[in-house]
């Protein structure tokens, strides 16, 4: 790389790390200011651990993570496997609808689910927007990207495996199971973990449909608007550890596997 | 394996919680409280026009801002070896894996007047400068927030150029600045279209950059829609209505985009 390029990386760089090296060292910060340093300590973390909310918040967050995905995972496979059977506009029509979330802005998704939401819970009476709300909100927004990463597996996939299946006795359930659900693992996984991590993310869509229920991402903001609160840097600090070293156990993974693959 | 009998879950479930959703705020924007029709909620957001244009605007200048800054690392990155454009690319989208409220909270330690960024002007005899609470911080965190959204998908068309082609323009005398607009530049433009779109269309709908760094005076429209659904201006119809409206001119944007793409728009790269 020439000089100019290599000074403007490491400009860019600089950019995007600069807070975030921020908020790491200030979590070590003794004072409880956000800007002045007063030594070297760890009380925040301490507080971090006793927070009995952000503990509850973490639950939930993963317990609506983990249902949501799954459940965004099973419907959005079979629905690949059921929209690759319709072809010309009734296709067409179908792939738009489901593309329609990713496009629209989330605030507009979010309230027209709040609107949802609250006509049901008045409707039904006693119910109130939570869990439930929150688990239904997060399958929805992480449908489409399931179908769109099945569904390029299953065009890529050879029909002619399926059928050849069948010829050789495998009823159509066993067909399915030997031969197209390998074929199309890996748009499956890939859905799975989109859909897991945006719904431990979001933030917009859980604020209008969360009712009183804290996720992580709405606790951090409740935490953002008290203005002084050290804590905020301890918890970042800790995501982002986690997540480095998520990404560091995956990147080793592959280039083992790259490494195994080589040596066959 | 051709039954759409498969597809029924989903589509019911899609019906029950996208179209039925998206209904409700037609009719919402279409209602009074009393669920009489009336077009009092759209002319009402006709007062607002001031918001839509800011929102608008900044949401602009901040794509803009991102395409000029991202294209040329974008371009740098797809340049390297392989293992180097792995490495940057997971630079890229490291910080994008931290929550966004995490990320707008650490411009608000940087940009305030006590903030660090003060402290360091005043330390080297500079003067302080007032920052946060005003447009160029929201400016600021939308770019911050949406850059990797411009870089990724830029990127991934850009290394997936055929190099014969390029070697072909320089075979038939084209110099690097040649080569670089008449050749390379031409073929990353639906990366470039995707890039627009994925920073523009949650830059102009944010409504969290705008209340941490724009202070109260510098309301985007999603801070009117949560002020009409979560705040003290609870109105429901009137938000549906500036909902309507946003999505309306997101899709209108959106399909004058698409005319200069050609068909195939993969969200390109988002994962891993």
């Given at each position: 790389?020439?000089?100019?390029?290599?000074?403007?990386?490491?400009?860019?760089f600089?950019?995007?790390?600069?807070?975030?090296?921020?908020?790491?060292?200030?979590?070590?910060?003794?004072?409880?200011?956000?800007?002045?340093?007063?030594?070297?300590?760890?009380?925040?973390?301490?507080?971090?651990?006793?927070?009995?909310?952000?503990?509850?918040?973490l639950?939930?967050?993963?317990?609506?993570a983990?249902?949501?995905?799954?459940?965004?995972?099973?419907?959005?496979?079979?629905?690949?496997?059921?929209?690759?059977?319709?072809?010309?506009?009734?296709?067409?029509?179908?792939?738009?609808?489901t593309?329609?979330?990713?496009?629209?802005?989330?605030?507009?998704?979010?309230?027209?689910?709040?609107?949802?939401?609250?006509?049901?819970?008045?409707?039904?009476?006693?119910?109130?927007l939570?869990?439930?709300?929150?688990?239904?909100?997060?399958t929805?927004?992480?449908?489409p990207?399931v179908?769109?990463?099945v569904?390029?597996?299953?065009?890529?996939?050879?029909?002619?495996?399926?059928?050849?299946?069948q010829?050789?006795?495998?009823?159509?359930?066993?067909?399915?199971?030997?031969?197209?659900?390998?074929?199309?693992?890996?748009?499956?996984?890939t859905?799975?973990?989109m859909?897991?991590?945006?719904?431990i993310?979001?933030?917009?869509?859980?604020?209008f449909?969360?009712?009183?229920?804290?996720?992580?991402?709405?606790?951090?903001?409740?935490?953002?608007?008290?203005?002084?609160?050290?804590?905020?840097?301890?918890?970042?600090?800790?995501?982002?550890?986690?997540?480095?070293?998520?990404?560091?156990?995956?990147?080793?993974?592959?280039?083992?596997?790259?490494k195994?693959?080589?040596?066959? | 394996?051709?039954?759409?009998?498969?597809?029924y879950?989903?589509?019911?479930?899609t019906?029950?919680?996208?179209?039925?959703?998206?209904?409700?705020v037609?009719?919402?924007?279409?209602?009074?409280?009393?669920?009489?029709?009336?077009?009092?909620?759209?002319?009402?957001v006709?007062?607002?026009?001031?918001v839509?244009?800011?929102?608008?605007?900044?949401?602009?200048?901040?794509?803009?801002?991102?395409?000029?800054?991202?294209?040329?690392?974008?371009?740098?990155?797809?340049?390297?070896?392989?293992r180097?454009?792995?490495?940057?690319?997971?630079?890229?989208?490291?910080?994008?894996?931290?929550?966004?409220?995490?990320?707008?909270?650490?411009w608000?330690?940087l940009?305030?007047?006590?903030?660090?960024?003060?402290?360091?002007?005043?330390?080297?005899?500079?003067?302080?400068?007032?920052?946060?609470?005003?447009?160029?911080?929201?400016?600021?965190?939308?770019?911050?927030?949406?850059?990797p959204?411009?870089?990724?998908?830029?990127y991934?068309?850009?290394?997936?150029?055929?190099?014969?082609?390029?070697?072909?323009?320089?075979?038939?005398?084209?110099?690097?600045?040649?080569?670089?607009?008449?050749?390379?530049?031409?073929?990353?433009?639906?990366?470039?279209?995707?890039?627009?779109?994925?920073?523009?269309?949650p830059?102009?709908?944010?409504?969290?950059?705008?209340?941490?760094?724009?202070?109260?005076?510098?309301?985007?429209?999603?801070?009117?829609?949560?002020?009409?659904?979560?705040?003290?201006?609870?109105n429901?119809?009137?938000?549906?209505?500036?909902?309507?409206?946003?999505?309306?001119?997101?899709l209108?944007?959106?399909?004058?985009?698409?005319?200069?793409?050609?068909?195939?728009?993969?969200?390109?790269?988002?994962?891993?």
């Amino acid at each position: 790389m020439k000089i100019a390029s290599k000074v403007y990386t490491a400009f860019l760089f600089l950019f995007l790390y600069a807070p975030i090296v921020v908020l790491v060292v200030f979590s070590f910060n003794a004072s409880s200011t956000r800007t002045m340093w007063g030594g070297f300590s760890m009380r925040w973390y301490e507080k971090l651990v006793q927070d009995q909310m952000l503990l509850l918040a973490l639950r939930n967050t993963l317990l609506i993570a983990v249902i949501s995905a799954a459940l965004a995972t099973a419907l959005g496979t079979v629905a690949a496997i059921g929209i690759n059977a319709y072809k010309g506009i009734a296709r067409k029509m179908i792939m738009n609808v489901t593309k329609f979330p990713m496009v629209n802005p989330e605030i507009v998704t979010g309230v027209s689910m709040m609107l949802l939401f609250v006509f049901a819970t008045r409707l039904f009476g006693d119910s109130s927007l939570g869990m439930g709300s929150l688990i239904i909100a997060h399958t929805t927004f992480c449908l489409p990207y399931v179908v769109l990463s099945v569904m390029p597996k299953l065009n890529q996939m050879d029909s002619h495996l399926y059928e050849a299946a069948q010829d050789l006795g495998c009823p159509p359930v066993c067909a399915f199971f030997k031969v197209v659900f390998p074929e199309i693992m890996p748009g499956i996984v890939t859905g799975l973990i989109m859909a897991f991590t945006l719904s431990i993310d979001d933030f917009v869509i859980s604020y209008f449909t969360s009712g009183t229920t804290q996720t992580l991402p709405i606790y951090i903001y409740s935490m953002t608007r008290k203005r002084i609160s050290p804590e905020i840097n301890a918890l970042s600090t800790v995501l982002f550890g986690v997540i480095l070293l998520l990404l560091l156990v995956i990147n080793l993974r592959k280039t083992k596997d790259k490494k195994a693959e080589v040596e066959k | 394996m051709k039954s759409k009998t498969a597809s029924y879950p989903y589509l019911i479930w899609t019906t029950l919680f996208i179209v039925v959703p998206m209904a409700m705020v037609v009719f919402f924007a279409f209602t009074d409280q009393s669920g009489a029709f009336t077009l009092q909620n759209l002319s009402t957001v006709g007062r607002y026009s001031n918001v839509f244009v800011r929102s608008i605007w900044l949401g602009a200048i901040a794509t803009a801002i991102s395409l000029v800054l991202g294209y040329p690392l974008a371009y740098t990155i797809a340049q390297g070896t392989e293992r180097r454009q792995n490495v940057m690319i997971m630079l890229v989208m490291l910080p994008m894996w931290m929550n966004f409220l995490l990320r707008t909270y650490a411009w608000m330690t940087l940009l305030e007047d006590n903030g660090l960024l003060n402290n360091a002007l005043a330390a080297i005899g500079l003067g302080r400068i007032h920052m946060i609470n005003t447009q160029g911080a929201v400016v600021l965190g939308m770019i911050y927030n949406y850059i990797p959204y411009m870089i990724l998908p830029i990127y991934s068309v850009l290394t997936k150029i055929d190099q014969s082609i390029i070697e072909a323009a320089q075979d038939l005398g084209a110099d690097q600045k040649r080569v670089f607009l008449r050749v390379v530049f031409p073929m990353s433009i639906p990366g470039v279209i995707s890039g627009i779109t994925m920073v523009f269309v949650p830059a102009v709908s944010t409504f969290i950059i705008s209340k941490m760094l724009g202070g109260g005076g510098n309301l985007l429209i999603g801070d009117l829609i949560d002020m009409q659904f979560l705040g003290s201006a609870y109105n429901p119809n009137l938000g549906s209505a500036i909902s309507l409206v946003l999505m309306v001119l997101i899709l209108i944007c959106m399909g004058i985009m698409n005319q200069f793409d050609d068909g195939e728009n993969e969200k390109g790269g988002l994962m891993i």
